[in-house]
């Protein structure tokens, strides 16, 4: 990074030396999270025959089954659905409300507002077909403190009026300046629940969460969990998908949501996307541990250069997202070209705020990614919006997202 200014120079080798205690602290985690994949692999007794992937109905897909079967050992459920038919996260959630509800049911979402895309789903902001709302099931979100933190005080209140048949519970901060939750503080939030209405299904949106830390929300009563391939789980190599992890009778309602009636979980092929997500889910203990690195270095740096970031580099972590808070619509554009411009694909492209499907405001994204919507690779966008924050987040290698950031910060001083 010789071409950086001296400023930036001085700033990352200072950095370098702040943040190492940390990044020894995710070294071990990486280790730890990449003996339990290992170990669901060596168990599954995982075959090179399972990686060719099935065509048609996708009948007798042993290499899917059994990948199933991985993913319900590691985060410790009865059952799994890890399908390349989910076309992202926000659908993939999407299924497994649908699959948890009934019509005339209730659904709370225990942390606040759900981010844009499921405002879509749930049907918050405009009539339109298909929502949960035209289905007849109701829908309440449980406000939160000032500092972002769930309000206990009122909680209980809340569900004893409202008695809702399903709970939900969003770790990441999505596009919110809140922290994001760690399994310790979603453990509490299940108990807290399951106290109180012991047959609530709890529903978790675990995106961007996956092997953050050494635990996963389900094992601590999370009755079901959603997650996205384009992100931690997937590593870079899965090209698409998403998966459901938790009760073996919740995960064939889903499956009945995503194909239909009488076939479930029994079919769908996985053509030639199984080997990218069998083995994006080998490696994503690393990957997502590199991302995190990054985040941390990235939380460093800009703080010494006089931003606001949460969390801190020495905070703890639960998922891969950096909030930067530039201040200006400007910066948040100037920092999102440089990210894009310091990527391996598309780098000549200048991202601009502009609409986008499913939002409210203006947004500018920098991805220069391989796979398209990617969020375990490096990534940059935000809302055009007060207080002007954009979220950072993924990264392949840690040496990509020092030379890209750092690039980035010397572009907006």
């Known amino acids: 990074m010789e071409d950086l200014p001296s400023q930036i120079q001085q700033a990352v080798q200072e950095v370098d030396q702040q943040i190492q205690p940390q990044i020894t602290k995710i070294n071990q985690q990486i280790d730890n999270n990449q003996a339990k994949v290992l170990q669901a692999f060596t168990h599954q007794q995982m075959a090179e025959s399972h990686l060719s992937g099935s065509t048609g109905y996708g009948n007798y897909d042993e290499g899917r089954e059994t990948l ?104 990441s901060r999505g596009y919110e300046v809140r922290p994001s939750y760690t399994v310790a503080q979603i453990a509490e939030m299940i108990a807290f629940v399951k106290e109180r209405l012991p047959e609530v299904i709890v529903f978790v949106d675990n995106c961007y969460g996956e092997f953050s830390e050494e635990q996963e929300p389900t094992e601590f009563g999370a009755d079901l969990m959603a997650g996205s391939l384009y992100k931690n789980a997937g590593a870079g190599l899965a090209t698409t998908g998403g998966y459901l992890v938790g009760r073996k009778d919740l995960i064939e309602k889903s499956a009945i949501r995503l194909t239909a009636p009488g076939i479930g979980s029994h079919e769908g092929a996985t053509g030639p996307y199984l080997r990218g997500m069998i083995e994006g889910f080998f490696l994503a203990p690393q990957v997502t541990g590199s991302a995190i690195k990054g985040a941390i270095f990235a939380a460093a740096l800009l703080e010494k250069l006089g931003f606001v970031v949460t969390p801190k580099w020495d905070e703890p972590r639960t998922d891969l997202i950096q909030t930067i808070i530039l201040g200006s619509a400007d910066k948040m554009v100037q920092f999102a070209r440089a990210i894009q411009k310091y990527s391996p694909i598309d780098s000549f492209v200048q991202p601009e705020a502009s609409p986008m499907e499913g939002y409210e405001d203006q947004i500018v994204m920098a991805a220069g990614t391989f796979v398209e919507g990617s969020t375990i690779e490096l990534s940059a966008d935000g809302p055009i919006r007060p207080p002007y924050a954009i979220y950072l987040q993924g990264g392949l290698t840690y040496s990509h997202v020092r030379i890209a950031v750092a690039h980035a910060c010397a572009d907006i001083l």
């Open 68 to 171: 199933d079967q991985v993913y319900a050992e590691v985060f410790h459920t009865q059952a799994a659905l890890v399908r390349p038919q989910f076309v992202s996260g926000t659908h993939t959630i999407a299924v497994g409300l649908f699959g948890c509800l009934q019509p005339g049911q209730k659904l709370l979402y225990l942390t606040g507002k759900p981010y844009d895309t499921l405002q879509e789903v749930i049907g918050m902001n405009k009539r339109q077909a298909g929502t949960l709302k035209e289905y007849g099931i109701e829908f309440k979100y449980q406000p939160l403190t000032t500092d972002g933190m769930v309000d206990y005080s009122h909680l209980a209140q809340t569900l004893a009026d409202f008695q809702p048949n399903v709970v939900a519970i969003q770790r």
